[in-house]
Structures are given as structure tokens and as C-alpha cells.
Nanobody, 114 residues
Framework: QAQLVESGGGLVQAGGSLRLSCLAS????????MAWYRQAPGKQRELVAD???????HYVDFVKGRFAISRDNAKNTVYLQMNSLKPEDTAVYYC????????WGQGTQVTVSS
């Protein structure tokens, strides 16, 4: 069974940066398009960015130009570099496959103070 373990979250001031990591196990990582999602308090989980098996990336409008998704197939890890963070980026961040069919991990909390 696939497992996803997110890390790298924390408390940061507005304008700061964080780099999230997601270590995947129990799946053939290189064959899976991967994505980052987030869930803010009282809101539904939403897609943030995704990356194909070939490395093509896609971002939702509210993070374009600020976030960058990448992957290292040798390490079974997908990353999310977050720059110019805003208070509205505060959420629990999760990774999953692009079609969100894997079991969700515990996520990593990102809190951006104003």
C-alpha cells in the first residue's frame, strides 16, 4: 500500500519561503503524476500544483510565479518550493497522485503570519 509522508512546513512571515517535501513509498513513483494540495480551515481541499511523469508542471492561478513543484524520481520525492508567501497560503499541505487516488498522508502545516 502506498504511503505519503509530507514534511517541511512551519511558521513563516509574509514574504518568506518554505520548501515542502513528500516522500512516497509502496508505489512505482516514476510512473505517477504527482501533485500538491492544500486545505485551509473551513475550506475544501484544493489542488495547488502538479507535475507529470515527464516533469511538465501546472499551477493554479493563485500560486503562479510564487510556487515551484519538482520531483526526484531517484529519491521517490516530490517538492514544493514556496516563495513570497501570503497569509492566505496558510493551510495543511498534502501530496498525492494527480488523480488523488492514493491514501492521504498526515500533511504538513504551513502558517504565514502577516
Amino acid at each position: 500500500q502506498a504511503q505519503l509522508v509530507e514534511s517541511g512546513g512551519g511558521l513563516v512571515q509574509a514574504g518568506g519561503s518554505l520548501r515542502l517535501s513528500c516522500l512516497a513509498s509502496g508505489l512505482i513513483f516514476r510512473l505517477n503524476a504527482m501533485a500538491w494540495y492544500r486545505q485551509a480551515p473551513g475550506k475544501q481541499r484544493e489542488l495547488v500544483a502538479d507535475i507529470s511523469t515527464g516533469g511538465f508542471t501546472h499551477y493554479v492561478d493563485f500560486v503562479k510565479g510564487r510556487f515551484a513543484i519538482s520531483r526526484d524520481n531517484a529519491k521517490n520525492t516530490v517538492y514544493l518550493q514556496m516563495n513570497s508567501l501570503k497569509p492566505e497560503d496558510t493551510a495543511v499541505y498534502y501530496c498525492n497522485s494527480r488523480d488523488a487516488t492514493l491514501s492521504w498522508g498526515q500533511g504538513t502545516q504551513v502558517t504565514v503570519s502577516s
